[in-house]
């Protein structure tokens, strides 16, 4: 019996919507994977996965891992099975809306320190991939801890996914250079179905106005006309992060990774009321006033609010990392348009 080899990656939150396509990414290129999961079940569930997607998983390791203790609750035999681990990828993420403090600061600010401490064990580290969030990491001076004070007052401004994210972001980048290790976060836009296939997996954000849309709950759009919600395929955004550890050098590097050819937001409403055969909103109304109208006036959940924005991003050196791997991101219309076709096909997650 052939032996498995020892795994040089590492990937937390394997099992999640990002987790399982960057696996499947990584196996594709013959990299020996271990795989992080918290429930042994779930395990079970990935491999079927990736075998039913045309993986070959005999060269993928699981182990036991919580993101929300020290060390990631590694038993040392399992510890000392990822010894030869050189990268690692935390995309270990609670990602929802309405979440408590509570909730939300164990996986995503205490875990993403977990995630960089265990790091630092590793004698063959090459790199840490911190997947941090949407608009996310844009001070170029982050700092962590805040006092008390200011903590609370940034989950009760964002709520607790958002101001988590942008701790555990912050926390990551302040503590890296003194534990000597070299950090790249990644901060993707809306992340879509697969652009050949549509699958998904994923019903939050983005895919939540599309549902509204579908059912004729949408008469009016919040924004403007310039709002910006970029989106990039999953597809792309695993094979993004697959090569980022051959590819980025510097102590620190940080890629916003979007597709340019998205079209402003109620351009792209309007193009999937019409793939999907439903009426367009009839017009706009500004996100202040929406804040102020009940939710179930709306059915608008409060904290996607602060992704509506005219902003627009540097993506640059995520561009230029991309060039340098031979990536382009795969034709935008027939990718969200198969991506639509399969939410409503999965009836939004409810199937």
């Keep these: 019996m052939t032996s498995v080899p020892p795994p040089r990656t590492l990937v937390l939150g394997a099992t999640g919507f990002l987790g399982r396509w960057l696996v499947l990414e990584l196996l594709a290129r013959g990299e020996p994977v271990a795989a ?26 699981t182990v036991s891992a919580d993101l929300t203790r020290p060390g990631l609750g590694l038993s040392p035999e399992d510890d000392a099975r990822l010894t030869e681990v050189r990268d690692v990828h935390n995309l270990a993420a609670r990602y929802d809306f309405g979440l408590t403090r509570a909730q939300a600061e164990p996986p995503n600010v205490h875990g993403a320190l977990h995630a960089l401490r265990w790091s630092a064990t590793r004698p063959g580290l090459r790199r840490l991939v911190h997947l941090s969030g ?12 805040l006092d008390e004070r200011k903590t609370a007052a940034l989950y009760t401004r964002l709520g607790a996914y958002e ?3 942008q701790l555990g972001d912050a926390a990551v980048r302040v503590s890296a250079p003194r534990l000597g290790v070299p950090l ?3 901060n993707p836009s809306s992340v879509i179905g697969h652009s050949r296939t549509g699958e998904a997996g994923q019903y939050l954000g983005l895919a939540q106005l599309v549902r509204q849309l579908h059912r004729g709950r949408l008469p009016l759009l919040p924004g403007t006309r310039r709002t910006f ?5 999953v597809d792309h955004l695993a094979r993004f992060l697959a090569a980022v550890p051959g590819h980025d050098r510097a102590p620190f590097r940080a890629h916003t990774v979007l597709d340019p050819a998205t079209p402003a937001l109620p351009e792209l409403i309007a193009l999937l009321a019409s793939h999907l055969g439903v009426r367009p909103p009839r017009g706009l109304i500004p996100v202040p006033l929406v804040r102020r109208l009940p939710r179930a006036l709306t059915g608008a959940d409060p904290e996607t609010l602060g992704f509506l924005s005219e902003d627009r991003y540097d993506t640059a050196s995520a561009d230029h990392l991309a060039a340098r791997a031979g ?5 935008l219309v027939p990718a969200v348009t198969r ?3 399969r939410l409503v096909e999965e009836d939004f997650g409810a199937r």
């Design 36 to 61: 992080g999961v918290r429930d042994p079940a779930r395990a079970t569930t990935l491999r079927h996965w990736l075998r039913a997607h045309g993986a070959d998983d005999t060269v993928l390791t």
């Design 134 to 145: 949407y608009r996310v990491g844009r001070d170029p001076d982050p700092r962590y801890p």
């Design 163 to 165: 101001a988590s994210k």
């Design 184 to 186: 790249t976060t990644v």
């Design 229 to 233: 919600l970029p989106v990039v395929t």
């Design 327 to 331: 990536l382009t991101h795969p034709p």
């Design 339 to 341: 991506w639509a076709t």
